[in-house]
């Protein structure tokens, strides 16, 4: 079945700066398509998505528009902390996670050698590090960044988290970064 219209959660891209008009109606595809579309591809979401948004150009808005990712990210926290269910608490966790994925052959961006504590071994491939935020409430993510190395990775991420501390009504109330340590 066709997808008709947009979520209405997705009405707050309209307010995004960091986005042009266009833009907006290609961030609204994509992520009414992440929700609602059975196939969660680009091509899926093309062909069960709005009229009007080809593969092509939902590919392009993902790849190749020029758009500014941290006013972005920027702007979708500021809207998270607008909602009771969504903003920050003091009780809450700010939890960095890497996800490997391995690769072959040395022309992959941020490719290297690193190690997975999964594995207990050296990998060959990308790391992906994640900063989510997490309550009682709610879990979502903060930012991601693809390192060299997951030193490279937390300075920056928290880095990112001191630039941030004053900036928008998120910035006083953070909650504090904290150490969570897994057991196996």
């Known amino acids: 079945m066709p997808i008709t219209d947009f979520l209405s959660c997705t009405r707050v891209f309209d307010e995004f700066e960091s986005l042009s008009p266009a833009q907006r109606r290609h961030a ?20 069960e998505g709005l009229p009007a948004n080809s593969k092509c150009a939902l590919n392009k808005f993902l790849t190749e528009y020029n758009w500014d990712e941290q006013q972005f990210n920027h702007e979708r926290l500021e809207e998270l902390q607008k909602h009771g269910e969504t903003r920050w608490s003091k009780d809450g966790y700010i939890i ?89």
């Open 96 to 184: 960095l996670d890497d996800t490997f994925t391995e690769k072959a052959g040395d022309e992959v961006p941020r490719i290297g050698r690193f190690y997975d504590h999964a594995e207990g071994d050296t990998v060959w491939g990308q790391d992906l590090i994640y900063a989510f935020y997490a309550d009682d409430k709610t879990v979502y993510p903060l930012r991601a960044n693809l390192e060299h190395s997951l030193k490279e990775a937390v300075y920056n991420l928290l880095s990112w988290v001191r630039d941030n501390d004053d900036c928008g009504p998120y910035g006083r109330d953070r909650p504090p970064l904290r150490s969570l340590n897994r057991r196996r």
């Open 28 to 47: 609204k595809t994509y992520a009414t398509g992440l929700v609602a579309a059975s196939d969660k591809t680009v091509a899926g979401i093309a062909r």
